[in-house]
C-alpha cells in the first residue's frame, strides 16, 4: 500500500505476567554471577526521595538526556505516590534509574520504564537489576501483569533477561507512493 519500514530498528511492546515472577527471578538469581537485586560493586537500589532528584536529573543527563524530562515530576520522588524512581546508588551518586508503577490500575497492569544508566557504569547488569527491582515492586503492590510500552530492538535482550517477552510489534512507516 505504498508504506516501508523507516527506522533502522524494531519498535514493540513487552510484557510479563507477574504470576510468574517469583519462579523466574528464583532461578535467574540462583545462577550466582548474576547476584540480581543485591548489593554489588558497593551498589544498592532504593526509591528515591526528594533529596536525590538533582542527582537523579544528573543521571538521566548523562544517560540519556531525553528521558530527563520524565523524571522531573515531583510526584515520583513521593512515598505516597504508587509511581516512583527506583536509583542504583553508589554512595550517593546515582548511578542508574527507572520509573515504575501504574500504567492501568483498572486492568491491575504496572509498568516499568525509561531505563538509564551513567555511562561510566554500563555492563555491570545495573539495568537490568533496575528491571527485576521495578518488577518485584509492581508485583508487592498487587498487579497482575507489567508491561513496557515502545521500546526498540536491543533493549529486548535486557529486559528478556527480566522475563519480559514481545507482545505486539509496531511498523514504523512512511508512505513511498499516494
Not at 7 to 32: A, G, I, Q, T
Not at 91 to 99: E, H, K, N, W
Not at 100 to 129: F, K, L, M, P
Not at 170 to 178: N, S
Amino acid at each position: 500500500r505504498g508504506y516501508i519500514h523507516s527506522w533502522d530498528c524494531n519498535c514493540f511492546d513487552m510484557r510479563f505476567p507477574l504470576c510468574e515472577f517469583d519462579s523466574y527471578k528464583e532461578n535467574f538469581v540462583s545462577r550466582e554471577e548474576n547476584n540480581i537485586g543485591k548489593e554489588q560493586e558497593k551498589i544498592t537500589y532504593r526509591f528515591a526521595e526528594q533529596d536525590d532528584k538533582e542527582a537523579v536529573l544528573a543521571c538521566a543527563d548523562n544517560a540519556y538526556p531525553e528521558f530527563t524530562v520524565y523524571y522531573q515530576d515531583n510526584a515520583l520522588y513521593q512515598k505516597e505516590n504508587q509511581t516512583r524512581v527506583l536509583a542504583a546508588f553508589l554512595g550517593s551518586q546515582v548511578v542508574g534509574i527507572l520509573i515504575a508503577g501504574a500504567q492501568d490500575q483498572e486492568n491491575s497492569i504496572g509498568s516499568i520504564g525509561c531505563v538509564a544508566v551513567h555511562t561510566t557504569w554500563r555492563g555491570r547488569r545495573i539495568a537490568v537489576n533496575l528491571v527485576l527491582e521495578g518488577t518485584r515492586y509492581l508485583k508487592e503492590t498487587g498487579f497482575k501483569e507489567a508491561y513496557l510500552s515502545y521500546t526498540y530492538s536491543g533493549l529486548d535482550r535486557m529486559y528478556g533477561y527480566a522475563g519480559y517477552k514481545i507482545c505486539v510489534y509496531f511498523m514504523m512507516a512512511v508512505k513511498t507512493r499516494k
